[in-house]
């Protein structure tokens, strides 16, 4: 026994001094390890089978051999950045020059993007042309990320409120069960330009919920500011068994023009603590710190320092705050608007259960989701980390500053591969028909509805694609795992260009599966018969002259 422990006993131990790294240090316990192995090889050697060391040793290596097994299977956790937006735009089109607001020039790239837009403009031309076409924040927005290789995942609107969600392209099959809906404030619930609008996903697994509000005006409806978020919270719901309200997700985010106001302080007053950057001076009298002291929903939320100038009310194209003259009904009246903080972004992760809940497995309805959440909280943690809080004073086009977060989550994956496997097969080009060959890699429900769509490189939404074929209607052959569906040479576009295939699932309402990008070749015939312009770039601009015309 003690020949073993001489082996064994530093086995993964080495040397550390303070300017060894990391992985320095896990170099130099592999090369530990080897050694080690190699003298156990030698001793066993030389050791008879039926002495009692024999046994021993194999014991030892057993446990070895199975602690190993055990942390190769453990599933990993894995980061993913997250950069959120929030914007009162107050009518205002959006600026050609996106990059601070994104932070484009980061090194480190968000995978995913949250933009939370209010008052859009929706004059009623406007608002009939956004209804049809995209509006042209979200025009700007789909231009500037789609290059980076950006995917408009989801989106909704009411009235002036717009919520955009854009993930990494490598990301998209894994976010599912992708629902989106509102909820009217103003005007006693039936007019959209105050409320809130979600978009709710699974993003590898983890439920998500993302809430983009306009709440009530002035500094004196802060009480009707709660009750207006919490009966948005209690009447939103979606068609999910794991998370049916938003309080049922694993991680909920509450953002927006929230529009509490900093009371008791003087414009004096709080004008020096802004110049002087002594913001913690007026946190006290923030209404929304206030009013969570009094209510349970609030304090489940958390927020960052509010550690920077507040954002609500500047003159337009300038730093300075609220300088105009207002109109009275005999006058002008020289008050302003004081500053405030009116925009936020808050987070809630899923309180976890309480001991009671883990014990009692044997319960129904709603209390049997608690004895799930604990089994998930523990198999699959998630954990959130603000890596930034601030506002951006490069902005004028509205009497609010735009404010950004970026968030870590560290999570494990409850899935890492795709619900279908695509791959484009043979060459593709208009001059022939062409075919893919997909395959399901796991239990997915799907539909006659469901298709696969072509798109180039780059594209920017679900709708943004070249051309579709239904999967049912167009199938010609199944082998076994593999499904065989064409595309007619018609569908093709005859200038060629990187293109990519996805699946999209119209029960899942998202997209499940992605090719590899592959090239579509430029058609000989339509070069041929002068159809297609020399040194003209991009898709199918040939064709869709042709239809014009047509």
């Known amino acids: 026994m003690d020949e073993i422990t001489r082996l064994f006993g530093t086995m993964g131990r080495v040397r550390s001094d303070s300017l060894s790294s990391n992985a320095t240090q896990s170099t130099g316990s592999k090369l530990v390890l080897r050694h080690r192995l190699n003298q156990l090889m030698t001793c066993m050697d030389d050791v008879d089978p039926k002495n009692e060391l024999h046994e021993e040793m194999l014991k030892t290596l057993d446990k070895a051999i199975l602690f190993c097994g055990k942390s190769a299977n453990k599933p990993k956790k894995n980061s993913f950045r997250l950069h959120m937006v929030t914007w009162n735009v107050a009518t205002a089109d959006p600026p050609d020059d996106m990059t601070l607001l994104l932070h484009l020039n980061s090194p480190k790239r968000p995978d995913l993007y949250v933009i939370g837009l209010q008052e859009v403009y929706s004059g009623p031309l406007r608002f009939v042309s956004d209804t049809l076409f995209d509006d042209p924040w979200s025009n700007q927005l789909m231009a500037t990320l789609a290059p980076r290789k950006y995917v408009k995942v989801s989106s909704i609107r009411m009235q002036g409120l717009l919520l955009l969600f854009f993930s990494k392209l490598k990301h998209v099959p894994f976010i599912r069960d992708i629902q989106a809906t509102y909820t009217r404030t103003g005007i006693f619930g039936y007019w959209g330009n105050k409320g809130g609008v979600s978009v709710r996903l699974s993003f590898y697994g983890h439920m998500l919920c993302f809430l983009n509000c306009h709440l009530a005006a002035h500094m004196k409806y802060a009480t009707e500011r709660v009750d207006e978020f919490e009966y948005i919270m209690d009447t ?26 900093i009371q008791d302080h003087g414009m004096h007053f709080l004008r020096s603590c802004i110049n002087n950057q002594t913001y913690n001076l007026l946190w006290s009298k923030d209404q929304l710190t206030m009013m969570k002291k009094n209510e349970q929903m609030l304090q489940e939320f958390e927020e960052g320092p509010l550690d920077f100038q507040p954002t609500y009310k500047f003159d337009l194209n300038s730093d300075t705050y609220d300088s105009r003259l207002y109109k009275t009904w005999f006058a002008f009246n020289g008050k302003k608007r004081k500053p405030a903080w009116t925009d936020r972004i808050l987070w809630r992760l899923r309180p976890k259960a309480t001991p009671s809940d883990e014990q009692d497995k044997n319960r129904v309805g709603p209390d049997a989701k608690k004895v799930g959440h604990v089994e998930e909280d523990e198999e699959y943690p998630l954990k959130i980390r603000q890596d930034l809080y601030t506002s951006n004073m490069e902005y004028g086009i509205s009497d609010h500053k735009p404010v950004i977060s970026v968030f870590t989550l560290e999570l494990r994956k409850m899935y890492e591969t795709p619900l279908v496997r695509l791959q484009a097969e043979g060459d593709w080009s208009a001059d022939i028909d062409a075919m893919v060959l997909y395959s399901p890699l796991q239990p997915f429900p799907s539909s006659t509805w469901d298709w696969i769509g072509l798109y180039k490189v780059g ?9 579709y074929t239904w999967v049912k209607d167009d199938e010609v052959a199944f082998n076994e795992e593999v499904i065989q569906v064409y595309v007619s040479k018609e569908e093709i576009p005859v200038r060629g260009g990187e293109c990519l295939l996805c699946y999209y699932s119209s029960n899942l309402r998202c997209i499940i599966g992605i090719s590899e990008p592959f090239k579509v070749h430029e058609s ?15 898709l199918d601009k040939t064709i869709a002259s042709e239809n014009f015309l047509n």
């Open 236 to 261: 939103q719901t979606f068609d999910c068994k794991k998370a049916s309200r938003i309080v049922d997700h694993r991680l909920v985010f509450w953002f927006g023009d929230l529009n509490f106001r």
């Open 459 to 467: 594209f920017t939404c679900v709708s943004d694609y070249i051309t």
């Open 524 to 538: 000989k015939v339509a070069t041929e018969e002068g159809l297609v312009p020399e040194k003209i770039n991009g």
